[in-house]
């Protein structure tokens, strides 16, 4: 997979000038940001590595099969582009033995594919991956029951902590939580037993 090297003073012109260069639009590529130092008197120069989203959402296909393979599992692997951000869908006969007890073995393809495409490409992205809807179906229940708790927490005005959670399911229940007036949510503890507490929060004036 090709990445793309762009160096000058001013980094709006230097997007305009790659976005020309490669036919894309902003939304279609991922961008990292370094300086170089010039001479004496010529200041610093702005670098920019750049990769398309398509081609990284091809290569993460491909470690996708490969780990399939390795696993002597058959399966389909539908991919989705949303901004920056890369969602896999997992379609296989094989579901339970991908997906593991409460997930834990799709969490670990998620982080071993991620990890792999950030280290070829030196670059973050955004990687998501599902199986037969199971994160949804999750996500969808993970909501559902952090509402209920917060609708309690805030009659009562008793925290709740919440069994640890990753990052991911985290920010889901913060995202959730987010427009109950009277509702706080905090992430306490550390990696892997980061936990959020749902606290009521008095009303401001």
Known sequence: MEKYVYKGKNKEEIIESALNELNCTLEEIIIKETEEKSGL???????????????????GKNLIEGLLEGFGINGSIEKKIRGNQISYKIHSDNNNILIGRRGHILESIQTFIKNSINSQIGLYVNIIIDIENYK????????????RIARDVTLSKVPVKLDPMNSYERRIVHNALSKFEYIETLSEGEEPNRCVVIKYKEKEN
């Open 41 to 59: 008197f010529q200041g610093k120069k702005t670098i920019l590595e750049i990769v398309k989203v398509e081609d990284v959402a091809s290569l």
């Open 136 to 147: 949804e179906k999750q996500n969808y229940f993970l909501e559902k029951n952090v509402k």
